[in-house]
């Protein structure tokens, strides 16, 4: 059984072929933009030799992986088309990667150009360590690739630097990580699950029998549950956060009519939805300009060449 299936993503960029070329072959730009790339240094080399480079990358704090590659070569086609190869390994036995190979393409079109690649690489560890790559560290490298793709793009296409793009991604990630966890919880834990004798008692303020009252909290629960489901679902649409800003001030207004008292205790709905409504407007100013692997392909859409044989661990060694 085959577990290794070569890593293939695409992006249209809307941008000149030199200046793709440019931010993707030299290694200062291509370190700005590549997630799974902390570093990359070329090494001296003489004429007619392969380009050689080292390259480091952090995967956990105070964890640096650090690797070799060796371009195989740059060279234009007849058709107009770029076409630029590499091999790679690592020594360093914490490094689930031992040896690969991969290419990038660059296709012109009418509007801009193809840019795209495809790789694959030999795991260490024998059978647990297919596993665990097929089913984590693979999809993981994909993603990574795929939204490095969109950064390179909105770089190239928006003028948005890598580091902007960066920061953008993490505040909305923060952002909508704060608005699920707060929809979750008061969804489960003060409704579904404890319904809160104080979520009670406003139903009944509001005009509901017991058995009414604790079926609303019920129902308001699940209707957090759901927004939250959605919210994570879908974080790059904007409605759902300016529906949560929107809702929040009316939300206080009808609790403060059920019952005054509940403004001013401790975590109110006042301190509690003013944190909602901003965490929503930080979701909402950051949701365009920011990269996202969704845009990108991830299967070809016509034939593309094998990545063919991988290289040993280390060249010449025969590992």
């Known amino acids: 059984m085959?577990?290794?299936?070569?890593?293939?993503?695409e992006s249209r960029v809307r941008a000149p072929l030199d200046a793709l070329w440019a931010a993707t072959q030299d290694p200062g730009q291509h370190q700005r933009w590549d997630l799974r790339f902390g570093a990359i240094?070329?090494?001296p080399r003489a004429e007619g030799e392969p380009q050689r480079f080292t390259y480091a990358t952090t995967v956990a704090p105070g964890v640096t992986i650090r690797g070799t590659g060796e371009s195989l070569g740059e060279r234009d086609r007849p058709d107009g088309s770029r076409w630029s190869g590499l091999r790679f390994w690592a020594d360093d036995r914490r490094s689930l990667i031992e040896a690969g190979a991969g290419y990038w393409r660059y296709v012109?079109?009418?509007?801009?150009v193809r840019f795209l690649t495809r790789y694959d690489y030999r795991p260490r560890g024998g059978l647990p360590g297919q596993l665990a790559d097929r089913w984590a560290f693979r999809p993981a490298f994909g993603w990574a690739t795929a939204?490095?793709?969109d950064r390179l793009r909105l770089w190239l296409e928006e003028g948005?630097?890598?580091e902007a793009s960066r920061d953008t991604a993490a505040a909305h990630a923060a952002a909508v990580a704060g608005l699920v966890g707060i929809w979750a919880y008061q969804g489960l834990v003060p409704k579904l699950w404890r319904v809160d004798a104080g979520e009670v008692d406003l139903w009944r303020r509001g005009g509901l029998g017991p058995g009414g009252a604790r079926l609303a909290v019920r129902a308001a629960g699940a209707a957090e549950v759901v927004?939250?489901?959605?919210?994570?679902?879908?974080?790059?649409?904007?409605?759902?956060f300016a529906a949560t800003a929107a809702a929040m001030p009316a939300l206080v207004v009808a609790a403060a009519v059920?019952?005054?008292r509940v403004l001013s205790r401790a975590f109110n709905p006042v301190s509690l939805n003013w944190a909602v409504a901003a965490l929503a407007a930080v979701a909402l100013a950051t949701t365009d300009r920011r990269p996202s692997a969704r845009r990108t392909l991830r299967t070809a859409p016509d034939h593309q060449p094998d990545v063919g044989n991988l290289p040993p661990a280390r060249p010449g060694s025969g590992a």
């Open 227 to 240: 927004i939250a489901a959605v919210t994570l679902a879908r974080p790059g649409r904007r409605w759902p």
């Open 108 to 112: 012109p079109t009418d509007d801009g």
């Open 258 to 260: 059920a019952d005054r």
């Open 147 to 149: 939204w490095s793709f």
């Open 2 to 9: 085959r577990l290794r299936r070569p890593i293939y993503v």
């Open 160 to 162: 948005v630097t890598p």
């Open 41 to 43: 240094e070329y090494l």
